[in-house]
């Protein structure tokens, strides 16, 4: 299994800056796509920003040239991924959730993060 603990919403003025931090432990050897996902009140989730393993990191367009991904490894077990998100903008509001997909011997499967508040007041 794979733990998600996700960090860092707040509440920010339009053009500030937010960072968001979402912790992995457990069977992180076994990710092979991370990432953050957005869901504002009405609409459906949607990428934000992932990293595949052997491929790099992909962002929405929404998020390109103002938001980057970065990811630190602690141990074997535990593992954090951060979303740096500048120039914010009221219809970046949103909760903010960490996904991983993984493979593991039993089969392939995803885990979600409990979901973060960012809040853009105009």
């Known amino acids: 299994q794979v733990q998600l603990v996700e960090s860092g919403g707040a509440l920010v003025q339009a053009g500030g800056s937010l960072r968001l931090s979402c912790t992995a432990s457990g069977g992180i050897s076994a990710i092979d796509v991370w990432g953050w996902y957005r869901q504002a009140p009405g609409n459906q989730r949607e990428l934000v920003a992932t990293i595949t393993r052997g491929r790099g990191t992909d962002y929405a367009d929404s998020a390109k040239g103002r938001f980057t991904m970065s990811r630190d490894i602690a141990n074997s077990y535990k593992s954090t991924l951060y979303l740096q998100m500048n120039s914010l903008k009221p219809e970046d509001a949103a909760v903010y959730f960490c996904?991983?997909?993984?493979?593991?011997?039993?089969?392939?499967?995803?885990?979600w993060g409990q979901g973060t508040q960012v809040t853009v007041s105009s």
């Open positions: 996904n991983a997909k993984v493979t593991f011997r039993s089969g392939p499967g995803a885990y």
